[in-house]
């Protein structure tokens, strides 16, 4: 803000920001500007404006208030004589700046430490407590204009024990059930209440309570009331009210912010030995599910001799997606019974505890893999056992991250050793912890953070950056002409070059990121099958089977008006095998698009499964070439199996198609055996797709 000034103190001119700030239209040009000073805050100015004048060239500093309608305003000036070209001073040129909610938040920390300080100093009862509170609120939120305070008693009632403009003595005969007081938030939060709010809350009271709250209380004339309860552990012990009776947007977020802070201070005032529990309680337990957190089996472990002992961190992919699709009481309630089936199996001395969707359990004792691998397998039958009636869906196959304690460990050591260990694991793996790791943790650590710089940009609807699809053919092997494409997502890192696949997905599905990847995924390749007339096989993860998902897709065709016969999706057994995932792919056949079963023979598939399953094809997963070998015989035991399974696709009605073709003695031993359909380097390597010349040579076209 800029204000010149002649010497009387006059207005010669002022910038818009001032005129905003006192609530001017226009420059009142010859009006004083004293009269827009505080008259508490005139002599200071004055005094300022006079060392302005007596120091030309120097600048001096004053705070003040100004005389405006809203209780909170403080402003900081600059003062500098202006001078004539004879040097003498024929003004004063101001520049001040806004610093109310500075000051607003200074005057509440000093009424906080008042509080806290009176606390230490001084034995007072509640009651006395509750009207000290009430005092410091007048200074914090100077707009109210009148309140009162409410205290629980042990009876179960809450009763006025302090109040500001009121008559206490007639409202200490007012008692409030449990239920009845305005705010019943089990938090401290603050909220604003309009005077129709009030006037129902009054008609809820009985004759003698109504009476005393509209006569003495004068509940009637309130137009604003500003609430908080005083909280402890989820119960309201105590309720500060305050009251404006002319406008009812009195009260500002800032006065909400500051009543919550004093009502924290009653809590702590009145209630700190509970508090200290809660907090103790809250340090050493996960706040979700009330199981013991790392924290507390640290706590352990530091009060523990040395002995064979093992600590395993264990993760459960399959919750995370119960959260996701059930919510976060169905999720807790999942956690609740894996602990109680792992608690159950435990011995005494062994701990169990839970932080960041990790199971950490500690066995003593237990000093090499084999007794480990035991005690796994029955934690895992207890936990099937308690899941089947509740949760049939969630398959708990966690992948496991063991440190063993050896001789000199530091016990403290171990939550981070296992942690790596768990890190280097997949699903339903056990990973030990070696010195090595640390390197490997460190890589894996970038890996990490450079999938999260470069994924960043799906949340905001971008592509991610540096990631690309390829494409590789599925051929038909006896004429080798293209059948379809399947798009295989790869990652050009601007530093590292092309990173594998293999290393990063399973970071991708870790961090939670599939959702996006794939949805991206799908929309390129719907985008270019619908730019080339050539249908285009999507891989899709188990975290990608939502029930939203056959929606999301719909919406990719219609924007590139794509059939759905032309989008191929490819599911793997593990996912095809989960009851839910089931359903979504079920719907996808619905909306016509062939369903291929990925990397046959690799999983867990039955044929009961299988003919569950809508497909449309298999794809025998490369193992099946590979023990082939690079010159296949049709008399061996491998060249049968391939015949079987054959034989099971045509019977099912199923097309068969072959992966890992490499050489073309396996190539012509699969066109004698009357395979249809193949995959591989032999017939054509994946690869970005740039040019209207690839997709000719794809096509076999001239």
Request: glycine share 6%.
């Amino acid at each position: 803000m800029i204000v010149q000034t002649d010497l009387e103190g006059r207005f010669v001119y002022a910038n818009r920001a001032y005129l905003a700030y006192i609530g001017l239209q226009s420059l009142p040009t010859g009006a004083s500007a004293l009269q827009h000073i505080s008259p508490g805050d005139l002599p200071v100015v004055m005094y300022t404006v006079k060392q302005a004048l007596s120091n030309p060239g120097q600048t001096f500093w004053v705070e003040f208030s100004k005389p405006l309608k809203k209780p909170w305003n403080r402003s900081r000036w600059e003062f500098m004589a202006l001078l004539d070209r004879q040097a003498q001073p024929v003004g004063v040129q101001c520049m001040g700046y806004d610093i109310s909610d500075a000051y607003r938040q200074a005057r509440f920390q000093e009424a906080s430490l008042a509080l806290l300080s009176s606390g230490l100093k001084e034995l007072l009862s509640p009651e006395a407590i509750l009207q000290r509170i009430l005092e410091e609120a007048f200074k914090v939120v100077p707009v109210a204009q009148a309140g009162s305070a409410t205290l629980l008693y042990p009876d179960g009632h809450f009763r006025f024990v302090a109040a500001h403009g009121y008559d206490l003595e007639a409202l200490r005969k007012v008692h409030l059930h449990p239920q009845e007081p305005l705010s019943l938030s089990q938090h401290i939060q603050a909220r604003v209440f309009t005077q129709t709010e009030i006037a129902r809350f009054n008609q809820r009271l009985d004759p003698e309570r109504r009476g005393i709250i509209e006569g003495p209380g004068r509940a009637s004339a309130i137009q604003a009331m500003l609430a908080t309860p005083v909280v402890v552990r989820d119960q309201a012990r105590a309720y500060l009210y305050l009251d404006h009776f002319e406008r009812a947007d009195a009260f500002d977020e800032v006065d909400l912010h500051h009543l919550e802070g004093l009502a924290h201070h009653v809590a702590w005032l009145l209630y700190d030995d509970e508090l200290r529990s809660e907090a103790h309680y809250h340090r050493y337990h996960d706040p979700q599910t009330g199981l013991t957190n790392l924290h507390g089996l640290k706590e352990t472990l530091a009060h523990l001799p040395p002995a064979p002992r093992a600590l395993l961190a264990l993760h459960c992919r399959s919750l995370e997606r119960i959260r996701r699709l059930e919510g976060e009481g169905i999720w807790a309630a999942a956690v609740q019974t894996i602990a109680q089936a792992i608690q159950a199996e435990l011995r005494t001395a062994d701990r169990l505890a839970y932080e960041k969707d990790t199971f950490w359990l500690l066995l003593e004792g237990v000093d090499n893999l084999s007794d480990l691998q035991a005690v796994l397998a029955r934690l895992k039958d207890s936990v099937h056992g308690r899941l089947v009636n509740s949760w049939s869906q969630l398959d708990f196959s966690p992948h496991v991250g063991v440190a063993f304690a050896q001789p000199g460990t530091n016990l403290l050591e171990l939550p981070q050793a296992a942690e790596m260990a768990l890190q280097h694991a997949r699903p339903g793996q056990v990973h030990v912890y070696e010195p090595s790791l640390a390197h490997s943790t460190l890589e894996n650590y970038w890996l990490r953070q450079a999938l999260g710089q470069a994924l960043r940009p799906l949340k905001s609807g971008g592509a991610p950056l540096g990631f690309h699809l390829y494409y590789q053919p599925i051929r038909a092997l006896d004429n080798g002409m293209l059948y379809h494409l399947e798009a295989l997502v790869r990652w050009l890192h601007a530093e590292r070059g092309m990173i594998s696949p293999a290393r990063f997905l399973p970071v991708v599905e870790e961090e939670g990121w599939m959702g996006e990847l794939g949805d991206w995924i799908i929309g390129e390749a719907v985008a270019h099958a619908a730019a080339w007339g050539i249908p285009v096989a999507v891989n899709l993860a188990g975290s990608q089977l939502e029930p939203s998902l056959p929606r999301r897709i719909a919406a990719h065709l219609a924007y590139h008006n794509l059939p759905p016969q032309q989008l191929i999706l490819e599911v793997t057994e593990q996912a095809a095998l989960d009851e839910i995932n089931l359903s979504v792919l079920q719907n996808l056949a619905l909306q016509g698009h062939p369903l291929h079963l990925d990397d046959f023979g690799t999983g867990f598939s039955s044929l009961e499964r299988i003919t569950a399953l809508p497909l449309s094809a298999i794809k025998l997963g490369q193992g099946f070439v590979k023990n082939l070998g690079p010159n296949p015989s049709s008399n061996t035991s491998e060249a049968r199996l391939m015949r079987a399974v054959q034989a099971l696709g045509r019977s099912l009605e199923l097309q068969v198609i072959v992966e890992g073709i490499e050489t073309e003695a396996q190539y012509r031993f699969l066109v004698a055996e009357g395979f249809r359909l193949g995959q591989g380097y032999l017939l054509g390597r994946p690869a970005a797709i740039t040019s209207d010349a690839q997709l000719q040579a794809l096509r076999g076209e001239s």
